[in-house]
């Protein structure tokens, strides 16, 4: 019983340590694998057990163990092996149980206290990879396609669809490379189907993007019809949407089923979103019926809005209003997933919850939900307009359905826009009455509603030149919504129309800040600018808007305008020819302007061109016809000026002015019997023109005929009557400033006429005036002989090429592109 008792000796009292490096010899399974009889009684009895790979240098070495008398003695084992912590040829052999602890007794090691090992120096440097060797050329190359790729597709992103196709097309070739590579060191399993995958479908996606539309569905072949591609048949996806943009919706439709079939049903999404490209694609063949199985299929399974909206679209096209009332109502069903408004307004004064709720305020999430709910509405609204006017009898029954429908759903705001398009759709057809009464059911509605009402009403008052029902409107807009930029231009259009430009011009400025795109405010200002005379301000305003609205034919136009009046004639110029060139290419009036530019320029070859242009566009502008007839007069081309001045002469019959030119282009050009005739002509519809007779009687002396007694004698007669009539003209006025003089000096009442008897008035006006009953404006023929005189003539000077100044009104009055006011 005692012989497991260890007394310790009295000799090492002191030892408070001793004997914790004691420990049984079996447990120790370091050396095992140096043990010969431990390794032939594993071979025996287990031959199948793999070789302990565990190598510690210096395990085979025996240890003493230190017995409770302080004796170290070596141990060894029944079959000669050496006890774990024996010491044999001077070697201490480490301790497994106290070796992880880092605990050794230095005396019986004879080693420092080394834990972490930090005797045994540095590590050995890295082995260095062999850059030549096949395995490292083909991991470089097949990143360095990876990344080609990758580059490929940000250059997509970017725009660049041109820098992407490059690389993808140099990932497909060193692709091509690598798999060569591959097949001649390892066998053809070894390749990496992943990487050929992704780069064949990126160079196709590439192909498509820039539109070789061939290219890309070779390349979506090769992919589709290699079965070691598991997915490779979805594909098929792609390469119909390319077919529905090559406008073969047969081939499309073909792609798009033998995709669906190859969809498990699992993948829900992708194949509601297949089905609604077929759908489109039966709409663009005309096959309505067929789209509307897929539609109605994917809004049984799948409700969305474009469903819904192309679904109603191919019931309006059948001309079926049960199943477009049907088909609106399951839009309007279809669940947005949005939270709504209410979620965002403060419940409580919780300081930590109100700072959450606005910093989730305007996230981007809350963008994407505002984003989905205004297409909603654009859907319903648009689908709404549709339908109303065919689902019931009138349109306006029409628009009450929609209304209540809308009403019952959670888009209860879209009911008063409803409205207000139906009133919109009465101005549409003419039913003004209608539209005011419908628009002036909104005066007692919210605030919002109320403004966009009002809004509209003084729109229609001030179209119908009713300013003080405009302007009331105009203001019951601005007060109900202040910051609506659409009622403050109309409240500054009613200012200006006033004539208070500086106060208008507040209104616009107004609306500007809240609302900055507003172009109608914009523009508006540019023009009350103008009128103030303030012209660097307007050119500044017209700038702006050009930068806004760049084909904007009125914009480009004002510009052109404002530089005329800066005396700048060059940047007027260069402003025109965008206008002429891309917007209003066919505009008559626009290059007339643009031929005057360069008529006042010199440049009398450009202003032909610009002139010739316009004539040939509106060949009834008589300005142009003016200047064309005297261009050719000026290059001495008589004969071609007589077809302008004959085209004058239709179009304004009642003035002498035209066949005068006539006669005397043929008088110049020598046919001297044609101008006899013509002055012939002239004579007989013109009786009273003097100059007509002085030609007639000057033509006969010179060719020797025997009228000249008879037209001398009706010029001498004319001349006489003319004088008679100045003379009571000339008394007229005479005795209309005596009665103003008399009457400031004699106190009488004021008069409403003076001068003259009343007689005499109106025969003076009336010789004055054109007669009511010409279809033309004209002047009479007295003014004409006492005025014109032949421009062909010896004792004449040629009329101007150029046409005669006028006003800025005058210059602008028949063409004006966008002078008025834009109300909302």
């Known amino acids: 019983m005692m012989q497991n008792v260890h007394l310790a000796p009295e000799t090492d009292e002191d030892d408070l340590y001793s004997g914790y490096n004691d420990y049984n010899p079996t447990f120790d399974t370091e050396d095992l694998e140096n043990d010969v009889g431990f390794q032939q009684a594993a071979r025996t009895s287990h031959g199948r057990r793999p070789p302990v790979t565990a190598k510690i240098p210096g395990t085979s070495a025996s240890r003493p163990l230190a017995t409770g008398f302080g004796s170290k003695a070596t141990l060894t084992s029944s079959m000669g092996r050496p006890m774990t912590g024996a010491i044999q040829d001077g070697v201490a052999r480490p301790m497994t149980a106290v070796h992880a602890a880092g605990y050794t007794k230095a005396a019986m090691r004879g080693s420092s206290f080394d834990p972490l090992g930090q005797a045994r120096g540095p590590a050995p440097p890295l082995e260095m990879k062999n850059s030549d060797s096949s395995e490292e050329k083909i991991r470089q190359l097949e990143k360095k396609v990876n990344e080609l790729v990758e580059e490929s597709c940000i250059a997509n992103s970017c725009g660049d669809l041109k820098l992407a196709l490059e690389k993808a097309k140099e990932a497909g070739r060193k692709e091509r490379v690598l798999v060569r590579q591959r097949e001649q060191i390892a066998a053809p399993e070894n390749v990496n189907l992943d990487l050929t995958y992704s780069v064949l479908f990126n160079l196709a996606s590439q192909y498509a993007a820039n539109e070789m539309y061939a290219e890309a569905l070779n390349t ?47 993948h829900k999404e992708m194949r509601i979103k297949i089905m609604q490209n077929i759908g489109v694609a039966f709409i663009k063949t005309g096959q309505y019926v067929d789209a509307i199985s897929s539609f109605e299929h994917i809004m049984s399974m799948s409700p969305n809005l474009k469903a819904g909206f192309n679904l109603i679209l191919c019931y309006f096209a059948i001309g079926n209003g049960e199943q477009m009332k049907k088909a609106f109502q399951k839009l309007i069903a279809v669940p947005l997933e949005v939270d709504y408004d209410d979620k965002y307004i403060p419940p409580n004064d919780d300081p930590h919850t109100n700072l959450l ?103 229609l008052y001030y179209l119908e030149n009713e300013l003080a029902q405009a302007t009331h409107y105009a203001d019951l807009a601005v007060n109900s919504d202040r910051y609506n930029p659409a009622a403050l231009t109309n409240k500054g259009n009613t200012v200006c129309a006033n004539g208070d430009y500086e106060k208008a011009a507040e209104f616009y400025k107004e609306a500007l800040r809240n609302d900055s795109s507003c172009t109608e405010a914009l523009y508006n200002l ?44 060059n940047q007027a110029i260069e402003w025109l020819p965008p ?27 450009q202003a032909f061109h610009y002139y010739y242009e316009s004539y040939r566009y509106f060949p009834s502008n008589i300005e142009v016809i003016e200047w064309l007839g005297a261009y050719y007069i000026d290059t001495q081309f008589c004969e071609k000026a007589i077809e302008y001045f004959e085209r004058a002469a239709l179009i ?104 003259g008897t009343k007689g005499e008035r109106l025969s003076a006006k009336l010789k004055a005036l054109p007669g009511t009953s010409e279809p033309y404006e004209s002047s009479g023929s007295k003014e004409i002989d006492a005025s014109y005189i032949d421009p062909l ?20 009055a028949d063409e004006e592109l966008g002078e008025d006011l834009l109300p909302e």
Not at 378 to 401: H, R
Not at 442 to 456: I, L
Not at 799 to 808: C, F, G, L, M, Q
Request: with cysteine.
């Open 793 to 812: 003539g010896p004792q004449a000077e040629r009329p101007k090429t150029a046409a005669r100044k006028r006003t800025e009104e005058d210059d602008f």
């Open 220 to 266: 979506y072949q090769v992919i589709v019809k290699n079965k070691m591609f598991s997915n490779g048949g979805r594909l098929k996806v792609n390469m119909g949407n390319i077919y529905l943009k090559q406008r073969n919706y047969s081939k499309a439709i073909k792609f798009y089923r033998m995709a669906l079939d190859q969809i498990p049903s699992a």
């Open 579 to 605: 206008l002429m060139i891309s917007v209003v290419p066919t505009d008559p009036h626009v290059l007339s302007k643009l031929g005057k530019l360069y008529d006042n320029e010199g440049d009398k070859s």
């Open 357 to 459: 709720i606005e910093a989730i305020k305007n996230d981007s999430l809350r963008q994407i939900e505002r984003e989905r709910k205004s297409m909603a509405e654009e859907y319903i609204m648009t689908a709404a307009k549709l339908i109303a006017p065919v689902i019931e009898a009138s349109f306006a029954v029409g628009y009450d359905w929609c209304v209540e429908v809308v009403k019952a759903s959670h888009y209860v705001e879209l009911a008063n826009d409803l409205e207000i398009n139906k009133a919109t759709t009465y101005l549409r057809q003419q039913e003004f009455n209608q539209a005011l009464e419908t628009l002036k059911m909104f005066e007692k509605k919210d605030s919002r509603v109320k403004s966009a009402a009002a809004t509209n009403l003084s729109f």
């Open 652 to 755: 304004l019959p009642t003035q002498v002015k035209w066949p005068l030119m006539v006669a005397s282009c043929y008088r110049r050009s020598g046919n001297y019997q044609k101008a006899l005739e013509k002055y012939k002509v002239i004579h007989r519809k013109f009786p009273e023109n003097v100059e007509c007779l002085r030609f007639l009687v000057r033509l006969c002396t010179d060719m020797g005929l025997k009228e000249v007694q008879e037209y001398m004698t009706k010029l001498k007669k004319v001349e006489k009557l003319k004088e008679i009539r100045e003379q009571r003209i000339k008394s007229g006025r005479d005795g209309s400033a005596r009665s103003r003089r008399e009457g400031n000096t004699g106190g009488d009442s004021i008069r409403t006429y003076s001068g």
């Open 526 to 569: 540019g023009l009350t600018y103008k009128k103030l005379n303030r012209i660097d301000e307007a050119l500044d305003c017209f700038l702006k808007l050009h930068a806004i609205l760049r084909n904007s034919a009125q914009v480009l136009h004002q510009i052109a305008n404002i530089y005329e009046i800066m005396e700048d004639p």
